[in-house]
């Protein structure tokens, strides 16, 4: 098991948002998290990351507890997040954002090689270079988030909504590359609206429902299931 | 003419000063979005360590003037550089997650906590350097007649900046500053140790803070406990001048300061040089109401 939850349970305040939830996610799986508003996507890979400190439950990266550890410490083992919304530093360059990417990573011939596979992952990047990134467009910035977050040569991504805000097409070409950095051997967990494409690209499923883990199963399954093509692939 | 470029080049000493004060505003509000109200009085306290290293260990008479100044520079930037790491630990980590006017409170409360004890140890009346640290000489520049110490803090001034510019700039730890004053929790989740950067924000403003105050007393030769009032007040101008948060900025400002005040002090009135400084302020933030460099481009959602 490369990552694995168990119990989790996370508040804002006095308020639980996560009431013990339990994730395990293979070395290689694509595995996505569906769920409506506010279900605690977002807050689930925030806690993995280090951002939140759990209440109760921990978190095992191969073994190593995470659940408190601090953030940048996370990082360095190899969890790497995109997080809701981008994030993407807009008044730095393209290759400032980039090199920050990389802030945990001082071995440089990696680095170098990281940074060939990322331009030619994402060549418009290569062409932006030195351009502020709050001056990119919204598929471009996406590109950078992803981009940079590989950077630190991770081996597990975790993604939320990546596809937010993007035309159909664009979100094809972020899916597809997805697919070729899992391919490429990185591990993905996936947080999407788009339940559809997710499905269509990850190997394992949940369904996240105000917290908790309602449903767990392949992929193919619950692009099967009634209940979830009921309420999340329209019907 | 030659009256003008002595104005000129006056301002620009004084700008110099102002600017490295107001680089520890600027980049404390940059990552904390705090006024470090106490930062004027770490200006103070590098002027008066630097008295005391001067009088006490009688440091110019033991290894000569050059040497003396630059193991000033050193000491009272790696004293000063302590304390503020020491007021950030105390004062605001423990209020980081708490309501923003409790840090505000904090940092008026270390303001007078620092002013008086600097008042305690010397005294409340002016100190004076000691006026033979530095030969009295003065140097013809383009017709112009500039003393030495008067060049000596410009050059100070421009190393400092210049310096800092590149470290900011260039390095990939700069970068990391810069990123960590834009998001917080997107340096973090790249794995930019962003209490690390808050610290490091908190040894190089108070360490050129306290070097701007250490500066003051060789240039002017008095100085006093509340010194670090108005210089803070005209410092945090510049750095609004400049565009808050912006580190270039806080220097573009400081320097546009001191030259307006100096000028202004010569053809208006001495009396006005204050109102002066108020007066540049108000009418660029009227125009410019994010500063001259604040705020360049605007994020796309
Ligand atoms: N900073 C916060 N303070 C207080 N409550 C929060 C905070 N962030 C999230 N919550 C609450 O926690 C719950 C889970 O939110 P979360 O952002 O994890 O949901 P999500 O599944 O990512 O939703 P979305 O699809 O809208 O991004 C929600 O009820 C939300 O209101
Ligand atoms: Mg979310």
Do not use: V, Y
């Given at each position: 098991m490369l990552l694995q939850v168990v119990d989790l349970k996370v508040s804002y305040g006095n308020i639980e948002a996560l009431h013990g939830i339990n994730l395990e996610i293979k070395k290689g799986e694509i595995v996505t998290i569906l769920g409506a508003n506010g279900a605690g996507k977002s807050t689930t890979l925030m806690t993995i990351s280090g951002l939140l400190k759990p209440t109760h439950g921990a978190i095992y990266f191969d073994k190593i507890?995470?659940?408190?550890?601090p953030a940048h410490e996370i990082v360095k083992l190899g969890i790497s997040q995109v997080p809701e919304g981008r994030?993407?530093?807009?008044?730095?360059?393209v290759k400032e954002n980039l090199t920050l990417g990389a802030f945990?990573?001082?071995d440089r011939t990696k680095l170098r090689k990281n940074e060939e596979w990322i331009y030619e992952l994402f060549p418009i990047l290569a062409e932006r270079r030195?351009?502020?990134?709050?001056?990119?467009s919204g598929g471009e910035q996406q590109m950078l988030a992803i981009a940079r977050s590989l950077m630190s040569d991770p081996s597990i991504l975790l993604l939320d909504?990546?596809?937010?805000?993007?035309?159909p097409l664009l979100v094809k070409s972020i899916f597809q590359a997805l697919k070729e950095i899992n391919r490429q051997g990185v591990t993905i967990l996936l947080v999407e609206q788009n339940a559809r494409a997710a499905l269509r690209l990850a190997h394992r499923g949940y369904v996240m429902e105000l917290g908790r883990i309602v449903i767990a199963d392949t992929a193919e399954n619950l692009l099967a299931n009634p209940e979830v093509r009921q309420a999340y692939l329209g019907g | 003419m030659a009256e003008f470029l002595q104005q000129f080049v006056n301002g620009l000493a004084v700008g110099g000063i102002y600017a490295l004060i107001a680089l520890g505003y600027t980049m404390v509000y940059g990552v904390?979005?705090?006024?470090?109200?106490a930062h004027g009085d770490l200006f103070t306290i590098g002027a008066y360590l630097g008295l005391t290293l001067l009088t006490s260990f009688g440091l110019a008479d033991r290894v000569g003037p050059g040497v003396a100044v630059l193991l000033l520079v050193v000491m009272v930037m790696g004293f000063v550089a302590v304390i503020g790491i020491i007021l950030e630990r105390v004062a605001y980590r423990p209020l980081r997650?708490?309501?923003r006017l409790s840090a505000v409170v904090s940092a008026l409360g270390a303001s007078i906590f620092f002013q008086n004890a600097v008042m305690l140890i010397y005294g409340a009346r002016f100190r004076v350097y000691?006026?033979?640290?530095?030969?009295k000489i003065s140097l013809n520049l383009l017709g112009i007649y500039i003393p030495l110490v008067k060049i000596l803090v410009l050059v100070v001034c421009v190393i400092m900046m210049v310096g800092l510019y590149l470290f900011i700039q260039r390095t990939t730890i700069g970068t990391a500053i810069r990123a960590a004053a834009i998001d917080q929790e997107a340096a973090r989740l790249v794995g930019i140790n962003v209490d690390g950067v808050i610290t490091l924000v908190f040894i190089i403003g108070p360490a050129l803070g306290g070097l701007a105050g250490l500066m003051v007393g060789i240039l002017y030769g008095q100085i006093k406990f509340?010194?670090?009032?108005i210089y803070g007040l005209k410092a945090f101008t510049a750095a609004i001048l400049g565009g808050i948060g912006n580190i270039p900025g806080a220097m573009l400002g400081g320097l546009i300061l001191g030259v307006v005040e100096a000028l202004g002090s010569a053809y208006i009135s001495i009396a006005w040089k204050d109102a002066i400084a108020f007066c540049v302020l108000i009418l660029i933030l009227v125009v410019k109401p994010t500063g001259l460099?604040?705020?360049?481009v605007a994020e796309k959602v």
């Open positions: 507890p995470l659940h408190k550890m994030r993407i530093f807009g008044t730095l360059t945990t990573c001082k030195d351009q502020l990134a709050g001056t990119l909504e990546p596809s937010l805000g993007l035309a | 904390l979005k705090l006024i470090n109200f997650n708490s309501p000691p006026q033979n640290l530095l030969p509340t010194m670090g009032w460099l604040g705020e360049r």
